[in-house]
């Protein structure tokens, strides 16, 4: 990784570097050429040659490298650091020589004309190719991951440009790079070509512009080329002559492979020669030894290494094998149980072939089925047959490679198909997302109130679609990072990545689920709104405000989201893991007629097409009459989809999925599925407990009947706002209304027929519930494996929200098996993405449980008081039934007071944090906003501009040195730390990592990092402004003086809320007694002291401010000394008091780290002494008593001082 990096660094950065000053110094006049300029050009050249040097030692002198290859490497003598320091400096002087006489070179040929410069590198690229597919017998790149074709042509590119420009490292002889057979010669036909690309370059007609003599030029290349053979002679003399052939010898890699894996007997993991030759597969395949060698190693060795597994047989070299291997080498086990799994699953879906092409993610999902390396090696799957089988056991090897090839082949053309479409598809959306800004910008540059209302609703779309996306992305568990993603606009292409290389994700949802969702909901969120909106705005516009950006806006939403809609079906319903999960309702796109599969997909995009035009039609004819119509009508559809959902569903109103089956999550799934169905309704969403098959179809008709009714109710109300006329108005509106309905028709004649009532026939999400629980035996887990069997699918039914669970009679027969799971422990029992075990603990109806379960809870339960509740164990069923019934009413007592009494304290905190995070900080860039509007005073603007600047970059460093991770650091750089640290206090699924005391801790010295950082230093700063402006007569402006007052009181009610919450604290408390709990319990008297503390800390930063700000007037120099003598003398009391100065927190004492937390306690203690400071470890009791003692007096000398310095 080092090497790659600074490979890297070389070709993209010093080397194009190295070229554009070359470039500018050769058309310098001989005055304008100043020695900085020559020793810049010296100091790259020297620069690129020593990390050469490096890159080449690190690899050279390996010792891994020297024994897996040994014939290549080792030429780097270590025996004799004289020849060593030889060797060093002729890869310098070669380097560098090298270096200057190429640059020189592609310089001159690049100013003389910028065309034939490209086509000349393009002309050694394509013979650099040529010549190493001729050596190698392959252009591929010989690591495994790099040697498809777009990756080999990037490396093969990298390669030449690493040596065109001019850094020809001796690494490169390694076979499958350049080779010991094109190395040399390459290197000599690039120094023979130096001076015919100079001479050419100097006569065509661009070379004008050089000032330096054709003359000249020559004799500085000829100096460069000997100083670069002299380095290629002392190299040569100096290395080890046993690897001398290394640099000049015929060996391309598949001979050097073939001939390691008869020979080599090292490996990096484990020893012999079998560990060796797995080492050797590796490399791509297309440098493997002969099919027959590695047959011939794999087949009479395989079921050994399944029972007695060696130190190199993992699982990654299983699936290496599996996957890359040609199917003639693999072994008989191994085509057997690859023809028993992809050949007999499709059986249990109807199919007749493999259906690798059912997704992208089939093959690999298939793979995971398979268990371990044991399974795969000697078991026979569950889920097959005896019959079938017997058949794989009777099928001959030939068979079996032929079925095989067949399913490979099948795999690759379904992987490029699906690759196309989410590659288009994740195209449509940045394409989406691209104009819409384009369009928000338009907007604004419009200068109009229209224009500006237009963008504001474009930007605020946009900005409420992102959060809707990172928001599901939290409270789903995809994790942090996956929430900042979908915040900055990632989240299609995060999840695309996902899905596209099997990659897994956090929480419940798959990846290819997750993609789905974020999909659907970039329709629902951002596409339908900018498309109606876009609709509405452009129809109101004239012609000549309208551009083409605003129109192909709106066309191109309009394709985005058919286009989105009939991917994310194909993908969803083709699906193994929804076939698997949901049979009776995924399916009904063919599989077996790709003809069949491409009009269901047709008639989708015309579908949805129709669908979406012909509401935007409607809905820009009724908004652009009455938009408080257009809002009410389309209010009072939402109502009514919801009502006929309530009672499709058996009168069930909450959303299936757990953790977001609440009344505002349920509101905003509603939201969603109403936006989806009133113009974009993806198939998908006829799925039981989102829309239903009978709302769906009832809402199609609906829709479609409904828009003659809008435009008639627009042009009634006046519709005369609109651009078109009437009669374009009803032509557009059938047309779309035709496409919609072409599109149903083609759909439904070209899908499944087995599945056509789907769309239409009542089924609800609880009876669909009672369908699986009862028939389904075959589940596809949330990591990825299938399960057999019924109690699996149980248990994964039971992840849904429980008012959807079946009834408690059954629910009470399946689980009186508990005990007989905790005996066995059932792999679906522990499974932590299912959480068994604590949903039925939560949820369960207590009549429904155990008796086991019934005593497992009451054993944890403890009353209001924290007293552990006393049951007999010999109660009866009947009794503890009783006693958990009022345990949790109890406990939902107890929440819903701690929710109340939380909310109050969130509202609270987040005051404060929105106070510190975004009003201080917006009085910061007003305050600087204004200042620099001034000449007198635009220097001191940009000292507050970067008094912020520092503040958010020091928080973000501390974040890191505090194990708080990257989000935490984003957040500090972007001045939201408060806000996420307050949301982490109170959330039960923190942003970060870390406990429930790491969140408080770093929520406490956020607070005073932002003080101590940012507060303080402004604060003062904004009085010694309006000091100096006092003095010299300038008018100070209101937004100054509203800063510092704002600055003050924030300080001032910050120190004293934080200081409050941390005292009260029940984990500081606990921890550490003897220091926190000087607030008393009665809230009365806590509010006095808390208004005692906002008075002393208010008081004392007044007095601070004025005071320094005075003496620094009078003589900064004064000041400067005052503050750096406190500092200095509170850091020898520290060491006296403490016995050290550095900080106690792990990760923060480094000496570093430790200064800047001394300077923010100095900081803090001046003039806004927190209460929390008299810590052991930061002030302490006596030093912070003191400080706060001498600071009192302190602030009255220094006026003293100054006015005496005044005179």
Same mark, same amino acid.
């Given at each position: 990784?080092?090497?790659?990096?600074?490979?890297?660094?070389?070709?993209?950065?010093?080397?194009? %570097?190295?070229?554009?000053?070359?470039?500018?110094?050769?058309?310098?006049?001989?005055?304008?050429?100043?020695?900085?300029?020559?020793?810049?050009?010296?100091?790259?050249?020297?620069?690129?040659?020593?990390?050469?040097?490096?890159?080449?030692?690190?690899?050279?002198?390996?010792?891994?490298?020297?024994?897996?290859?040994?014939?290549?490497?080792?030429?780097?003598?270590?025996?004799?650091?004289?020849?060593?320091?030889?060797?060093?400096?002729?890869?310098?002087?070669?380097?560098?020589?090298?270096?200057?006489?190429?640059?020189?070179?592609?310089?001159?040929?690049?100013?003389?004309?910028?065309?034939?410069?490209?086509?000349?590198?393009? =002309?050694?690229?394509?013979?650099?190719?040529?010549?190493?597919?001729?050596?190698?017998?392959?252009?591929?790149?010989?690591?495994?991951?790099?040697?498809?074709?777009?990756? #080999?042509?990037?490396?093969?590119?990298?390669?030449?440009?690493?040596?065109?420009?001019?850094?020809?490292?001796?690494?490169?002889?390694?076979?499958?790079?350049?080779?010991?057979?094109?190395?040399?010669? $390459?290197?000599?036909?690039?120094?023979?070509?130096?001076?015919?690309?100079?001479?050419?370059?100097?006569?065509?007609?661009?070379?004008?512009?050089?000032?330096?003599?054709?003359?000249?030029?020559?004799?500085?290349?000829?100096?460069?080329?000997?100083?670069?053979?002299? &380095?290629?002679?002392?190299?040569?003399?100096?290395?080890?002559?046993?690897?001398?052939?290394?640099?000049? &010898?015929?060996?391309?890699?598949?001979?050097?492979?073939?001939?390691?894996?008869?020979?080599?007997?090292? @490996?990096?993991?484990?020893?012999?020669?079998?560990?060796?030759?797995?080492?050797?597969?590796?490399?791509?395949?297309?440098?493997?030894?002969?099919?027959?060698?590695?047959?011939?190693?794999?087949?009479?060795?395989?079921?050994? $290494?399944?029972? =007695?597994?060696?130190?190199?047989?993992?699982?990654?070299?299983?699936?290496?094998?599996? #996957?890359?291997?040609?199917?003639?080498?693999?072994?008989?086990?191994?085509?057997?149980?690859?023809?028993?799994?992809?050949?007999?699953?499709?059986?249990?879906?109807?199919?007749?072939?493999?259906?690798?092409?059912?997704?992208?993610?089939?093959?690999?999902?298939?793979?995971?089925?398979?268990?371990?390396?044991?399974?795969? &090696?000697?078991?026979?799957?569950?889920?097959?047959?005896?019959?079938?089988?017997?058949?794989?056991?009777?099928?001959?090897?030939?068979?079996?490679?032929?079925?095989?090839?067949?399913?490979?082949?099948?795999?690759?053309?379904?992987?490029?198909?699906?690759?196309?479409?989410?590659?288009?598809?994740?195209?449509?959306?940045?394409?989406?997302?691209?104009?819409?800004?384009?369009?928000?910008?338009?907007?604004?540059?419009?200068?109009?109130?229209?224009?500006? #209302?237009?963008?504001?609703?474009?930007?605020?779309?946009?900005?409420?679609?992102?959060?809707?996306?990172?928001?599901?992305?939290?409270?789903?568990?995809?994790?942090?990072?996956?929430?900042?993603? @979908?915040?900055?606009?990632?989240?299609?292409?995060?999840?695309?990545?996902?899905?596209?290389?099997?990659?897994?994700?956090?929480?419940?949802?798959?990846?290819?689920?997750?993609?789905?969702?974020?999909?659907?909901?970039?329709?629902?969120?951002?596409?339908?709104?900018?498309?109606?909106?876009?609709?509405?705005?452009?129809? %109101?516009?004239?012609?000549?405000?309208?551009?083409?950006?605003?129109?192909?806006?709106?066309?191109?939403?309009?394709?985005?989201?058919?286009?989105?809609?009939?991917?994310?079906?194909?993908?969803?319903?083709?699906?193994?893991?929804?076939?698997?999960?949901?049979?009776?309702?995924?399916?009904?796109?063919?599989?077996?007629?790709?003809?069949?599969?491409?009009?269901?997909?047709?008639?989708?995009?015309?579908?949805?097409?129709?669908?979406?035009?012909?509401?935007?039609?409607?809905?820009?004819?009724?908004?652009?009459?009455?938009?408080?119509?257009?809002? @009410?009508?389309?209010?009072?559809?939402?109502?009514?989809?919801?009502?006929?959902?309530?009672?499709?569903?058996?009168?069930? $109103?909450?959303?299936?999925?757990?953790?977001?089956?609440?009344?505002?999550?349920?509101?905003?799934?509603?939201?969603?599925?109403?936006?989806?169905?009133?113009?974009?309704?993806?198939?998908?969403?006829?799925?039981?407990?989102? *829309?239903?098959?009978?709302?769906?179809?009832?809402?199609?008709?609906?829709?479609?009947?409904?828009?003659?009714?809008?435009?008639?109710?627009?042009?009634?109300?006046?519709?005369?706002?609109?651009?078109?006329?009437?009669?374009?108005?009803?032509?557009?509106?059938?047309?779309?209304?035709?496409? =919609?309905?072409?599109?149903?028709?083609?759909?439904?004649?070209?899908?499944?027929?087995?599945?056509?009532?789907?769309?239409?026939?009542?089924?609800?999400? !609880?009876?669909? *519930?009672?369908?699986?629980?009862?028939?389904?035996?075959?589940?596809?887990?949330?990591?990825?494996?299938?399960?057999?069997?019924?109690?699996?699918?149980?248990?994964?039914?039971?992840?849904?929200?429980?008012?959807?669970?079946?009834?408690?009679?059954?629910?009470?027969?399946?689980?009186?098996?508990?005990?007989?799971?905790?005996?066995?422990?059932?792999?679906?029992?522990?499974?932590?993405?299912?959480?068994?075990?604590?949903?039925?603990?939560?949820?369960?109806?207590?009549?429904?449980?155990?008796?086991?379960?019934?005593?497992?809870?009451?054993?944890?339960?403890?009353?209001?008081?924290?007293?552990?509740?006393?049951?007999?164990?010999?109660?009866?069923?009947?009794?503890?039934?009783?006693?958990?019934?009022?345990?949790?009413?109890?406990?939902?007592?107890?929440? !819903?007071?701690?929710?109340?009494?939380?909310?109050?304290?969130?509202?609270?905190?987040?005051?404060?944090?929105?106070?510190?995070?975004?009003?201080?900080?917006?009085?910061?860039?007003?305050?600087?906003?204004?200042?620099? %509007?001034?000449?007198?005073?635009?220097?001191?603007?940009?000292?507050?501009?970067?008094?912020?600047?520092?503040?958010?970059?020091?928080?973000?460093?501390?974040?890191?040195?505090?194990?708080?991770?990257?989000?935490?650091?984003?957040?500090?750089?972007?001045?939201?730390?408060?806000?996420?640290?307050?949301?982490?206090?109170?959330?039960?699924?923190?942003?970060?990592?870390?406990?429930?005391?790491?969140?408080?801790?770093?929520?406490?010295?956020?607070?005073?990092?932002?003080?101590?950082?940012?507060?303080?230093?402004?604060?003062?700063?904004?009085?010694?402004?309006?000091? %100096?402006?006092?003095?010299?007569?300038?008018?100070?402006?209101?937004?100054?003086?509203?800063?510092?007052?704002?600055?003050?009181?924030?300080?001032?009610?910050?120190?004293?809320?934080?200081?409050?919450?941390?005292?009260?604290?029940?984990?500081?408390?606990?921890?550490?007694?003897?220091?926190?709990?000087?607030?008393?319990?009665?809230?009365?008297?806590?509010?006095?002291?808390?208004?005692?503390?906002?008075?002393?800390?208010?008081?004392?930063?007044?007095?601070?401010?004025?005071?320094?700000?005075?003496?620094?007037?009078?003589?900064?120099?004064?000041?400067?000394?005052?503050?750096?003598?406190?500092?200095?003398?509170?850091?020898?009391?520290?060491?006296?008091?403490?016995?050290?100065?550095?900080?106690?927190?792990?990760?923060?004492?480094?000496?570093?780290?430790?200064?800047?937390?001394?300077?923010?306690?100095?900081?803090?203690?001046?003039?806004?002494?927190?209460?929390?400071?008299?810590?052991?470890?930061?002030?302490?009791?006596?030093?912070?008593?003191?400080?706060?003692?001498?600071?009192?007096?302190?602030?009255?000398?220094?006026?003293?001082?100054?006015?005496?310095?005044?005179?």
């Amino acid at each position: 990784a080092l090497a790659t990096t600074r490979s890297l660094e070389l070709i993209l950065d010093a080397l194009p %570097q190295t070229f554009h000053q070359l470039s500018v110094l050769v058309q310098l006049e001989y005055g304008e050429r100043e020695p900085l300029l020559w020793f810049s050009l010296l100091f790259s050249c020297l620069s690129i040659g020593y990390v050469g040097v490096v890159l080449e030692f690190d690899m050279e002198t390996d010792l891994n490298y020297r024994k897996l290859f040994a014939r290549v490497h080792g030429y780097i003598p270590n025996n004799s650091w004289r020849r060593k320091v030889a060797v060093a400096a002729g890869i310098m002087c070669w380097i560098i020589g090298f270096l200057a006489a190429r640059m020189m070179a592609m310089a001159v040929l690049g100013i003389g004309d910028a065309g034939m410069f490209g086509i000349w590198v393009g =002309a050694e690229l394509v013979l650099f190719m040529l010549a190493r597919a001729a050596v190698e017998g392959s252009f591929r790149f010989y690591q495994a991951g790099l040697d498809s074709v777009p990756a #080999s042509l990037f490396t093969n590119v990298l390669m030449c440009l690493f040596a065109t420009q001019g850094v020809f490292l001796p690494f490169g002889r390694f076979p499958g790079l350049y080779g010991p057979s094109l190395l040399v010669p $390459w290197a000599a036909c690039l120094l023979a070509l130096n001076p015919a690309m100079l001479l050419f370059g100097l006569s065509l007609e661009g070379s004008s512009q050089i000032e330096f003599t054709e003359v000249r030029l020559l004799w500085t290349m000829g100096g460069a080329t000997a100083v670069a053979l002299a &380095g290629a002679a002392m190299m040569a003399a100096a290395m080890n002559p046993s690897h001398r052939q290394s640099f000049f &010898g015929r060996l391309c890699l598949k001979q050097y492979v073939a001939e390691l894996w008869e020979t080599r007997t090292y @490996a990096p993991v484990g020893s012999g020669i079998d560990a060796s030759r797995a080492h050797l597969l590796k490399f791509s395949r297309h440098y493997w030894p002969r099919n027959d060698q590695v047959r011939d190693w794999l087949e009479p060795n395989w079921d050994a $290494w399944v029972v =007695a597994p060696p130190q190199w047989f993992t699982p990654r070299f299983v699936k290496r094998i599996i #996957s890359a291997a040609p199917p003639e080498v693999l072994p008989l086990t191994v085509l057997r149980e690859l023809a028993d799994k992809y050949w007999e699953e499709p059986q249990k879906f109807g199919r007749e072939k493999p259906e690798s092409e059912a997704g992208g993610t089939t093959s690999a999902n298939s793979m995971r089925m398979q268990g371990s390396i044991r399974r795969l &090696g000697s078991q026979k799957s569950s889920m097959s047959s005896c019959r079938w089988g017997r058949q794989v056991e009777d099928t001959s090897r030939e068979e079996l490679v032929r079925m095989e090839v067949e399913r490979r082949a099948s795999k690759v053309f379904a992987r490029a198909k699906q690759l196309w479409i989410w590659m288009v598809a994740l195209a449509f959306s940045y394409v989406d997302l691209v104009t819409t800004v384009l369009v928000g910008l338009q907007y604004l540059d419009m200068g109009t109130a229209q224009g500006t #209302s237009g963008a504001h609703v474009t930007f605020a779309m946009l900005g409420l679609s992102l959060g809707v996306q990172a928001l599901f992305a939290h409270l789903s568990g995809q994790g942090a990072l996956s929430t900042l993603v @979908a915040v900055c606009g990632g989240k299609p292409l995060w999840d695309t990545y996902h899905t596209m290389f099997d990659k897994p994700t956090q929480g419940v949802l798959t990846a290819a689920a997750a993609l789905t969702i974020t999909r659907f909901m970039q329709v629902v969120m951002d596409s339908l709104p900018q498309a109606a909106a876009q609709t509405f705005l452009v129809a %109101q516009l004239d012609s000549d405000d309208q551009s083409w950006a605003m129109v192909a806006s709106i066309v191109g939403c309009i394709v985005s989201i058919a286009y989105l809609v009939a991917t994310t079906e194909l993908d969803a319903d083709k699906s193994l893991g929804f076939r698997t999960n949901f049979p009776m309702v995924h399916g009904y796109i063919p599989s077996l007629s790709a003809v069949q599969e491409a009009l269901v997909l047709l008639g989708i995009l015309l579908f949805v097409g129709g669908i979406l035009g012909a509401k935007l039609i409607a809905l820009a004819t009724l908004a652009g009459a009455s938009a408080w119509v257009a809002v @009410a009508w389309c209010s009072a559809e939402a109502s009514a989809l919801f009502v006929l959902r309530f009672f499709a569903e058996g009168r069930i $109103w909450k959303f299936h999925f757990q953790g977001a089956s609440g009344l505002m999550p349920t509101l905003l799934m509603h939201a969603c599925i109403y936006l989806g169905m009133l113009a974009a309704p993806f198939p998908f969403l006829r799925f039981p407990g989102y *829309c239903g098959p009978l709302p769906y179809s009832a809402s199609i008709i609906y829709n479609l009947a409904i828009n003659p009714a809008m435009v008639y109710s627009g042009f009634y109300l006046g519709g005369n706002r609109v651009v078109l006329d009437t009669q374009h108005v009803w032509m557009s509106l059938a047309i779309g209304s035709g496409v =919609a309905v072409l599109g149903m028709v083609l759909m439904g004649c070209a899908m499944n027929a087995t599945h056509r009532h789907t769309f239409y026939k009542p089924h609800s999400f !609880r009876t669909l *519930c009672d369908t699986l629980w009862e028939e389904r035996t075959l589940t596809f887990m949330p990591d990825g494996t299938v399960a057999a069997g019924l109690d699996p699918s149980r248990a994964n039914v039971l992840t849904y929200t429980s008012d959807y669970w079946v009834s408690i009679d059954k629910l009470r027969a399946w689980l009186a098996n508990w005990d007989v799971w905790e005996a066995d422990q059932p792999a679906w029992f522990t499974h932590k993405g299912i959480g068994f075990q604590n949903r039925i603990v939560q949820y369960a109806p207590v009549e429904a449980l155990p008796r086991t379960v019934l005593l497992k809870i009451l054993a944890k339960a403890k009353d209001s008081e924290g007293n552990a509740l006393c049951v007999a164990p010999d109660a009866t069923t009947d009794l503890l039934v009783a006693k958990v019934q009022a345990y949790r009413k109890d406990t939902s007592a107890r929440k !819903r007071a701690g929710r109340f009494a939380k909310a109050v304290l969130a509202i609270r905190l987040y005051i404060v944090a929105i106070l510190i995070s975004y009003v201080d900080l917006a009085g910061d860039v007003l305050v600087t906003l204004t200042l620099l %509007q001034s000449e007198t005073t635009k220097q001191s603007g940009f000292v507050t501009m970067g008094l912020t600047g520092f503040a958010q970059v020091v928080q973000a460093i501390i974040s890191l040195a505090m194990g708080q991770g990257g989000v935490a650091a984003f957040t500090a750089l972007v001045g939201a730390k408060p806000l996420l640290d307050t949301y982490n206090v109170l959330s039960d699924r923190p942003l970060t990592r870390g406990t429930k005391h790491d969140h408080e801790l770093a929520f406490t010295a956020t607070r005073a990092e932002e003080i101590a950082l940012q507060s303080l230093p402004q604060g003062f700063y904004q009085c010694l402004v309006l000091l %100096q402006m006092a003095q010299e007569g300038e008018t100070t402006s209101w937004v100054q003086w509203a800063s510092v007052g704002g600055a003050a009181l924030s300080v001032a009610f910050i120190v004293a809320d934080t200081d409050r919450g941390t005292d009260t604290s029940a984990t500081f408390r606990m921890d550490y007694p003897l220091v926190y709990g000087y607030t008393p319990d009665d809230n009365r008297r806590a509010w006095w002291v808390s208004l005692g503390t906002f008075g002393f800390i208010g008081g004392t930063v007044v007095s601070k401010w004025v005071a320094i700000a005075t003496l620094a007037t009078a003589s900064g120099s004064s000041a400067a000394v005052w503050l750096a003598t406190e500092c200095v003398v509170l850091l020898v009391l520290r060491q006296v008091v403490e016995s050290s100065w550095r900080f106690h927190l792990h990760g923060l004492e480094a000496a570093v780290p430790s200064a800047l937390v001394h300077l923010m306690f100095y900081i803090v203690s001046v003039a806004a002494p927190f209460p929390i400071l008299r810590f052991p470890g930061y002030l302490g009791p006596s030093l912070y008593c003191a400080s706060v003692c001498y600071q009192t007096i302190a602030s009255p000398l220094m006026l003293l001082v100054a006015f005496s310095m005044e005179g």
